[in-house]
């Protein structure tokens, strides 16, 4: 009879040490699998902070920027925003410092423009413009047309609806690139140029705004 009992506890001691084993290998199996997915992280940060490094650019007025697949970003207020030009290549476009203070006076900003233009590629960077005026200037932002179009449902409004304390930026399809204010109506900025010129005139304004250029 005690042959038997100590025959059962061999066998049960036996498979509890085989069970532990078990149990030790899988934990192991746990700790091995979750170092390789934290090891693999860690090298994976490390190596978009590498890339990043590798992509600065100078500071410009203090300043950091860093490339990206559509130009650069620069932190504003903590959170980086995107801008398709360094400000030294966007420097040439003329801005008057009143315009500036305009703005940031303003109680918000409504962008205008003329729907019925003939190039359809201006209407695409225009209507980038506008998304991009929408996210990153940290007022109210509105939109018009100068003409009726069936394809912007928005209000038709032009400069003489326009007031200093609520600003409209009239955008203005031409070759000679600047950002002026009107002579006859006091609340409206002129942002003048074409295709890309366009995305040049919103950095440079967005830039000043925001105290990067001056």
């Known amino acids: 009879m ?29 700790i091995i699998t979750t170092a390789i997915i934290v090891f693999s992280m860690v090298f994976s940060i ?16 203090k300043h950091s920027f860093v490339m990206t697949d559509t130009g650069y970003k620069t932190k504003i207020s903590g959170k980086y925003q995107n801008f398709y030009y360094y400000p030294t290549d966007i420097e ?5 410092s009143d315009i500036v203070t305009m703005l940031q006076n303003s109680q918000g900003v409504a962008i205008v423009f003329n729907p019925l233009d003939n190039t359809t590629s201006n209407l695409e960077y225009i209507d980038l413009i506008r998304y991009d005026f929408q996210s990153q200037f940290n007022k109210t932002t509105y939109f018009g047309v100068t003409m009726q179009s069936n394809n912007y449902v ?23 690139t600047s950002i002026v204010k009107s002579k006859d109506y006091p609340g409206c900025i002129i942002m003048n140029g074409k295709l890309k010129e366009l995305m040049a005139t919103k950095d440079r304004l967005l830039y000043s705004y925001y105290g990067i250029m001056s």
């Not at 490390?46 to 007025?61: G, K, L, M, R, W």
């Not at 040439?92 to 008057?96: T, Y």
């Not at 200093?164 to 399809?173: D, K, M």
């Open 2 to 30: 005690y042959c038997k009992i100590h025959l059962k506890l061999i066998k049960y001691n036996f498979k509890c040490d085989n069970m532990r084993h078990k149990k030790n290998n899988k934990k192991w199996g746990v």
């Open 92 to 96: 040439r476009i003329p801005l008057d």
């Open 46 to 61: 490390f190596a978009i902070v590498v890339d990043n490094q590798s992509q600065s650019v100078p500071q410009y007025n």
């Open 154 to 176: 928005l209000p038709v409004v032009n400069c003489a609806n326009s007031t200093e304390a609520f600003p409209f930026i009239l955008i203005n399809i031409s070759s000679n």
